[in-house]
């Protein structure tokens, strides 16, 4: 995986899985739902009574609403509304840092009655964040998030962090982590902001109050910041929301809420402790100052709200919730339906597992007569997919228990289709929420390791099995084959399929295996396991190796990312690391996954990628990658993208086809100005000795044992630069175990001492090269910096490297990734290519994206 590079008078343009990616993977997810007729749909009603939608001509009972109490049809709101607008008009076009609508005093006092605080009120929850943070959080400051906290608190924060804050994340299901964090933060911190969510949107958890209470007990200048959006009015005195409800200290918690929602209203409210701190954001929160108010028809509806909400009526809507949710959970319980957590939430998470299994389910539930929501990524890990079901008080006993007996038919139905287990499902979420909010889930298997959750069909965990066939359960008869080493696996066979291209022929896979099985380094111990699958005449169909190992999570993303992770591991090496099942290895490019598409191709790369997935459990790796494939293949992106993993861009490769037996022809194949840059390199080629090296190599030369040292620093120099794709180093040990390999050749290239090279000839540049079949394959090299600019040693090596495909009879040469404007001036052609990924949460992701938002942040202050 490290590509031959280092090309000094080059920029490279970032190609890592960024914004770019990432709505391009929403956007082919979102079209498929929507292709299934499950998101972006239009109400068709010409009434709505709150329980019913009509979608597509059909009457459809709805239980994706966030009306948890029904209010939206409350005669009181209704003419709250209708007398605003007789009163006011329909809107009051002024800035409220000038003048506020008549209505908002009144509103504010009643929100301030009813939640027993100083109310602030926004347009909408979302602005209220922005409003709040970009004044609590200064850069004195830090704020802490759990990283599930609703994603327009984040993007608060990242403004807060753009005026100096600083900003952590700790992951949902860590947050016990949280005290010791917030505790080194409070001491040199004038106030630590510690941001959450009351109830969580999608997995229908609650705020961890013990561990809140323990975190304002670490310090007094701890505060909490807590979104309420989802428990407002349906817990609580007055309706003051599930987090105020459970929590007693009020005096060090900012609170933000809806009124929306529960409320039936408009907009959104910020309740703070003293009257001071509501009136310092009042007057400073730039978007109270800009940003559009609340029009007087929703502050008709929002004052009509507070004063049913301060009245006893509340209490008789939130008893027919309880009732509803309470027979939700029964109705769960005894249907044995897969619910991640129970608690007095009116929103309840079907655990699924991937997001075609959820489709599934809320197809056929859509079919039935009702609409149930699908969560899926980008709202919660990919392989964390469920139904969200919203029950609200205007469900009838009726329907609740209709939905919940389709969804019993249903959701067993799906799963055994797809071979899913009620175990595997506990494995996959077993560290889905906090510790404190687990009370409620089945008890997970002895270890998450014994239940596999597959991708395609069942595959129980087991050892290998020393090539005896295992028969699919379905479909074409196919059998797999899965070793742990590459010498059970016949020689002949895997080089036909896999060892011209990719650096994975046998030899070059025992070498990995000698130098990679015990290494005194984490990141050097890797692990390797084969797979091939035949069908009924024992003829391949599918084969691959997996590599276990500890890598970068920062591998693909921007230099000037990479380079801020790097100086967090000077602390700590392994600071954003996760162990990886990946095809091929961190020594391997190209071509790792062998298939013949004329057969039962998708079959079998199911039975393949079953095996893949046992591995991953077993190694505990949080990251899976089906390494290098061609970026335009729409069935493979499909087919993929079905089973849960997520398409990522790769820096383009290189491939040269050696139709010439000389420079001429080489020069005579290339354009005018790629020529007169070449045969520069041509020439000034007669101050350079290139030598190749190795059992490997066609000739006797072999790298002296001193000299060892020399191409390992050599090598050293370009992995510290090369933080574009930012892998762990090698270990030294490898550089003499290539030599000893019939799959490998070192290619040194000296400077010659007259014309300004080292007196002691050493080299100034090298590579080590794969050499199978008719292919020739630099995989990574070493240079000496001053004579890469000074003289050109790069750009030697370039050249030495295609004369020694042409001098070796060999057809081509494949060179790597990156440098692309080095290597396209030999004539080669790029190829574009890309991995496919999954994870087992998003945590590394948005912390990565974090440290991003404040490299971000640091470029523009350096502009400024």
């Not at 609403?65 to 409350?74: A, F, I, M, P, V």
């Not at 009181?76 to 509304?81: F, Q, T, W």
């Not at 290539?738 to 080299?763: F, H, I, M, N, Y």
Request: hydrophobic share 40%.
């Amino acid at each position: 995986m490290i590509s031959l590079h280092e090309s000094p008078t080059e920029d490279h343009e970032a190609q890592a899985m960024e914004a770019s990616e990432l709505i391009g993977t929403v956007e082919a997810m979102h079209t498929e739902a929507r292709e299934r007729e499950l998101f972006f749909l239009n109400a068709e009603d010409e009434t709505l009574s709150g329980r019913t939608i009509t979608l597509d001509g059909r009457e459809l009972v709805s239980f994706s609403s966030c009306s948890y109490l029904g209010l939206e049809r409350h005669p009181a709101l209704v003419k709250g509304v209708h007398d605003a607008v007789d009163r006011w008009g329909t809107q009051f076009s002024s800035s409220r840092g000038y003048v506020s609508a008549p209505p908002y005093r009144a509103l504010e006092e009643r929100l301030s009655e009813l939640f027993g605080g100083h109310a602030l009120v926004t347009c909408s929850t979302s602005m209220g964040h922005q409003i709040a943070l970009s004044i609590l959080a200064t850069e004195k400051d830090a704020v802490v998030l759990d990283h599930q906290v609703h994603h327009s608190v984040q993007m608060a924060a990242t403004l807060a962090r753009a005026q100096g804050a600083h900003v952590e994340l700790i992951r949902h299901s860590e947050l016990d982590r949280a005290e010791d964090l917030v505790a080194r933060l409070a001491r040199s911190r004038k106030t630590v902001w510690f941001a959450c969510d009351g109830v969580f949107s999608m997995y229908g958890d609650l705020a961890p109050v013990r561990l809140l209470q323990r975190l304002l007990d670490l310090s007094p200048n701890v505060m909490l910041y807590v979104d309420d959006a989802h428990g407002m009015s349906w817990a609580g005195e007055h309706g003051r929301g599930s987090f105020l409800s459970r929590f007693a200290q009020r005096d060090r918690v900012v609170l933000a809420t809806s009124l929306n929602k529960a409320f039936s209203a408009s907009g959104g409210v910020l309740v703070f402790p003293t009257r001071e701190e509501r009136e310092r954001v009042r007057m400073c929160g730039g978007p109270m100052v800009f940003s559009g108010p609340l029009q007087p028809p929703m502050l008709g509806a929002a004052l009509a709200s507070a004063a049913l909400h301060l009245s006893p009526e509340i209490t008789r809507h939130q008893r027919e919730l309880r009732a509803r949710v309470d027979q939700t959970n029964k109705l769960l319980r005894v249907h044995g339906l897969p619910l991640l957590v129970e608690n007095e939430s009116p929103i309840f998470f079907v655990r699924m597992g991937l997001p075609k299994l959820a489709f599934d389910v809320a197809r056929r539930m859509k079919d039935d007569g009702f609409y149930v929501n699908v969560s899926m990524y980008p709202s919660v890990p990919m392989k964390r997919a469920g139904i969200r079901l919203a029950v609200t008080a205007a469900h009838t006993p009726e329907q609740v228990s209709a939905m919940l007996g389709r969804l019993a038919e249903h959701v067993p139905a799906v799963l055994k289709d797809h071979g899913v287990s009620r175990a595997e499902l506990d494995a996959l979420f077993e560290r889905a929420i906090p510790l404190e909010a687990r009370t409620s889930m089945l008890p997970p298997p002895t270890s998450a390791r014994d239940a596999v959750l597959t991708l395609f069909g069942r595959y129980e965990a087991r050892p290998a099995n020393d090539g005896l066939p295992v028969a699919s359960n379905d479909g074409p008869t196919l059998t797999v084959e899965h070793h742990r080493t590459i010498h059970k696996v016949d020689k002949r066979e895997w080089d036909g399929m896999l060892g011209e291209v990719g650096a994975c022929s046998w030899d070059a896979q025992s070498l990995l295996e000698r130098v990679f099985r015990a290494q005194p380094k984490r990141e050097h111990r890797w692990a390797f396991d084969y797979v091939i699958v035949r069908d009924e005449a024992g003829r391949p169909v599918a084969a691959t190796s997996f590599s276990t190992s500890l890598v970068k999570d920062d591998m693909l993303v921007r230099e000037s990312v990479s380079r801020a992770v790097e100086s967090r591991r000077t602390d700590d090496p392994y600071f954003l690391t996760s162990m990886a099942c990946m095809t091929g290895s961190q020594l391997s490019e190209g071509k790792h996954l062998w298939l013949d598409r004329k057969g039962p191709w998708r079959q079998a790369l199911g039975r393949l990628l079953e095996v893949g997935t046992e591995v991953y459990e077993r190694s505990g790796a949080g990251l899976a990658m089906l390494r290098d494939l061609p970026a335009d293949d729409p069935e493979m992106d499909a087919y993929l993208l079905d089973a849960g993993f997520v398409k990522v861009p790769m820096f383009d490769s290189h491939h040269l086809t050696v139709d010439f037996t000389d420079d001429a022809g080489l020069l005579a194949r290339l354009g005018k100005r790629a020529r007169s840059h070449v045969r520069g390199l041509m020439e000034r080629s007669r101050d350079f000795v290139v030598k190749a090296h190795g059992v490997g190599s066609d000739t006797p030369e072999r790298v002296p044992a001193e000299l060892f040292p020399t191409l390992y620093q050599l090598y050293r120099n370009v992995a510290a630069r090369k933080l574009r794709l930012n892998v762990f180093a090698l270990p030294e040990d490898l550089i003499p175990a290539l030599q000893q390999s019939t799959a490998w050749e070192l290619l040194t290239v000296s400077l010659k001492p007259e014309a300004g090279g080292p007196a002691d000839g050493r080299p100034v540049a090298w590579c080590a090269a794969h050499v199978h079949g008719g292919s020739y394959a630099p995989f990574f090299c070493g240079l000496d910096y001053d004579h890469v600019y000074n003289h050109g040693a790069y750009r030697q090596l370039l050249l030495a490297i295609v004369r020694r495909a042409r001098e070796r009879g060999l057809h081509t040469v494949h060179m790597g990734m990156d440098a692309d404007m080095e290597k396209s001036r030999f004539g080669t052609v790029q190829v574009k290519n890309c991995l496919y990924v999954q994870v087992r949460d998003h945590f590394h992701g948005e912390l990565l994206r974090e440290i991003a938002a404040e490299v971000g942040v640091a470029d523009v202050l350096k502009v400024a």
